[in-house]
């Protein structure tokens, strides 16, 4: 899990390292490996508290190595 407010209107940039993530189980059967961050089960965007129907974009998601 990575949990922003979205205070902001129009596009921005979200950059999640995998250090910052944390584990929130979702009773979806993955594995339980204590979180070694070292590969992925799945991945999904979620929203709460929206006040109201929302569209959401999501736009040249990737995974990548490396420094930047």
Not at 13 to 25: A, G, M, P, S
Not at 40 to 46: D, E, I, L
């Amino acid at each position: 899990v990575y949990e922003f407010t979205d205070d902001f209107t129009g596009w921005k940039q979200v950059v999640v390292r995998f250090d910052d993530l944390t584990r929130k189980e979702v009773g979806n059967g993955a594995p339980n490996d204590g979180l070694l961050l070292d590969r992925v089960h799945g991945w999904a965007f979620g929203a709460t508290a929206t006040g109201g129907p929302r569209t959401w974009y999501l736009d040249d998601v990737s995974l990548w190595s490396g420094e930047r």
